[in-house]
């Protein structure tokens, strides 16, 4: 086996995933932390002679990616918060129409343009409400730089099969962080990969193609590229449509597709985690971005010392694993749950799910927690 | 009454600039407290509004008041202070990407409606901040991190595009040049209308190419050639016909006295917003506030 090394930051690896997934159109603005994954992409997808562009702003960043995905491009946008603000009704948009596009989202330090160079895990409430109406898109969220390449192989998989915006969250620490990365594991990483299209509508059927088509609520439409053959038309539109894309404010249809939405995410979706359970231990880590880190440190120095503890690891924050929250959470009596914010956003989203166990919340602002925090938080509670 | 006369330093914030050093923005800096100066203005009497990027940093630069908002979004908060407080310099700033990139779309509409402010872009060709990526005045063929095999698409020319967008007073300056551009800065300030001056102020960090030596080297005093101002159809051709390449114009294109927003509005906005008088007694307002207490 080789001992081959790269250093390599998470942005690196994340354009490397994306272009891996087969990610064909890129449009971006700078931003920073933000801006170190827009360069990966523009270098690495100009130089296959994919579409790389940089646009005017984040709106039209997001609207390119959105027309390119209606032609049947994978496509992808990255930015921070402020530019994730001027994305908004964009991303709804993508929501509506069914369109895959992946929004890689590095936090800095809020609100409004806040300080572009301090950490920050401080997007999780935007995210989970980001979408007008209450309907929820994936949020995946990255836990190291090595972890970069595959999960962003899996949201763009998760954002093809299901036909909807994906959030691939990450953070400066992550994307902005170099560090040696051994070629043959991820190499393996690659091997080990699943590559998902979105289901496509056969172009020369006879049968009739509706844009937004569905049997059972819980169905993904088939996708048809505009532009594809000749027998069939294809409308894409953002307001309230029957099945077919023709606009329509109270039918029947209209209001099903709208159910449809919730529904084909909230039944097709498969929780992505970790589990690493030690027996006899009453103390439960939930973690996830940078943070899973400092929890994996901390733990480190608890076992050593014998302290028991468990660890689960989230990377789809959203939609909530409520499955192996609840089920995981009456079993323990105490559950630490450290974040870079100062409210503990992810704790309050879950907080309904843990009946008995006592919850502490670890929290910062613009920087990374000290695992000798979690180390002690694990010591107090036995 | 008496007379106060200023100078430059009295408009120097606490604030030392956090610009590289040689960068462009200082001259820009400089001219407009000189040109401030010069014209006898209070530093109460304006307001120096900017979007994001390096250059917006300027309000914390100057001692005026100053607001620092959103990136491509001066010139909206601007107009909207202009119009509750007419009486004041409103005086916007920003860089080229933000005034022609993402805040392209409020300058259109910024030049047609004319309110009576200055609008002082500095021109770089570059993004700076975020450490030089392409921006909509980048030439082309320009190799930058967003673009590594060479900027494909055509700069904009924010002279014709504000001349065919019924600009009322089109001008450039170089921040090389520091005793033109405080007479165009000077002349904007006191145009009775919107201003716009385009400033080349060279990045010395990640532009290579649109340097102070190639300014030095290539820019022509258009006004010094005998230029007529009032003649829009002149303004366009010079505009059109030197602005990229080696020979660029810089002076004032075009001036136009046509009303400002304000002049048409001067019903509504012959005294500001904020020292209207209700049309109700202090009392009765007094009695309607308690009402829901």
């Known amino acids: 086996m080789s001992t081959k090394q790269e250093i390599l930051t998470g942005a690196e690896l994340i354009a490397r995933g994306a272009i891996d997934a087969g990610v064909d159109f890129f449009a971006g603005y700078p931003i920073t932390p933000a801006s170190s994954i827009y360069s990966a992409m523009l270098s690495k997808l100009q130089a296959t002679g994919k579409v790389a562009i940089g646009a005017s702003d984040e709106i039209s960043a997001i609207a390119m990616c959105i027309g390119a995905s209606m032609r049947g491009a994978k496509t992808m946008t990255a930015t921070s918060a402020p530019g994730l603000c001027l994305m908004t009704e964009n991303i709804s948009h993508a929501f509506v129409t069914e369109s895959p596009v992946l929004i890689a989202l590095g936090q800095r330090l809020g609100p409004s343009t806040g300080a572009a160079t301090q950490s920050h895990e401080g997007d999780i409430s935007f995210l989970q409400h980001i979408i007008a109406g209450g309907y929820t898109i994936p949020v995946i969220a990255i836990n190291s730089i090595f972890n970069s390449y595959s999960l962003t192989i899996k949201a763009i998989n998760i954002s093809e099969k299901l036909r909807t915006p994906v959030v691939l969250l990450s953070e400066k620490d992550i994307i902005m962080s170099a560090t040696n990365v051994s070629v043959s594991a991820l190499e393996q990483e690659k091997q080990r990969a699943v590559f998902i299209n979105r289901p496509y509508f056969n172009f020369e059927s006879d049968e009739i193609y509706k844009t937004y088509n569905f049997n059972q609520i819980n169905e993904i439409p088939e996708f048809l590229a505009a532009g594809i053959g000749t027998k069939h038309r294809v409308v894409a539109t953002g307001s309230l449509h029957d099945k077919k894309g023709t606009l329509s404010k109270t039918s029947t249809e209209a209001l099903e597709v709208l159910e449809h939405l919730n529904a084909k995410i909230k039944n097709n979706f498969e929780d992505l985690y970790d589990l690493d359970e030690e027996s006899g231990a009453n103390t439960l880590i939930i973690s996830f971005l940078a943070s899973d880190l400092s929890a994996k440190e901390a733990i480190k120095k608890a076992r050593k010392e014998n302290l028991k503890v468990s660890q689960l690891t989230i990377y789809s924050l959203f939609p909530v694993p409520e499955k192996i929250i609840s089920e995981l959470t009456t079993r323990y009596q105490t559950i630490i749950i450290p974040e870079v914010n100062f409210s503990g956003q992810y704790a309050d989203a879950i907080m309904h799910l843990i009946n008995k166990a006592k919850v502490i919340k670890i929290n910062s602002q613009a920087d990374l927690i000290k695992p000798e925090r979690i180390y002690k938080e694990i010591k107090n509670a036995l | ?293």
């Not at chain 2, 006369?5 to 001259?27: I, Q, R, Y």
């Not at chain 2, 009497?45 to 908002?69: D, E, K, R, W």
């Not at chain 2, 532009?207 to 010094?224: E, G, I, S, W």
């Open chain 2, 1 to 293: 009454m008496t007379t106060v006369t200023l100078d430059a330093k009295d408009f120097k914030s606490e604030v030392h600039p956090d610009w590289c050093p040689g960068c462009g923005d200082f001259g820009v800096l400089n001219c407009l407290q000189r040109a401030l100066a010069e014209l006898g203005i209070l530093q109460h009497q304006v307001a120096v509004i900017s979007g994001i990027g390096c250059s917006s940093n300027l309000p914390g630069f100057i001692n005026t008041y100053g607001m620092h908002t959103l990136h491509g979004r001066s010139l909206p908060n601007a107009q909207g202070f202009k119009l509750a407080h007419n009486d004041m310099h409103v005086i916007a700033v920003g860089g080229d990407g933000d005034g022609y990139g993402i805040g392209v779309g409020h300058l259109v509409h910024a030049l047609r409606r004319n309110i009576d402010m200055s609008y002082l872009v500095m021109n770089n060709s570059i993004y700076g901040l975020t450490t030089g990526q392409t921006s909509p005045t980048s030439g082309e063929g320009m190799k930058t991190k967003s673009t590594p095999f060479g900027n494909p698409e055509a700069p904009l020319n924010p002279l014709t595009l504000a001349l065919g967008s019924g600009a009322s007073f089109v001008a450039r300056a170089f921040s090389g040049n520091p005793k033109q551009a405080i007479e165009i800065y000077k002349a904007a300030i006191q145009h009775k209308g919107f201003a716009l001056v385009d400033t080349f102020s060279p990045c010395v960090t990640f532009n290579k190419v649109n340097t102070a030596q190639f300014y030095r080297d290539n820019t022509y005093d258009l006004n010094a050639e005998g230029h007529d101002p009032s003649n829009l159809m002149k303004a366009m051709e010079v505009a059109s016909r030197d602005t990229y390449g080696d020979r660029i114009a810089t002076g004032i294109f075009y001036q136009s006295q046509r009303p400002c927003y304000e002049e048409s509005e001067k019903d509504t906005l012959s005294t500001p917003i904020v020292d209207h008088i209700l049309g109700i007694s202090p009392e009765r307002a007094a009695e309607l506030i308690a009402n829901f207490k």
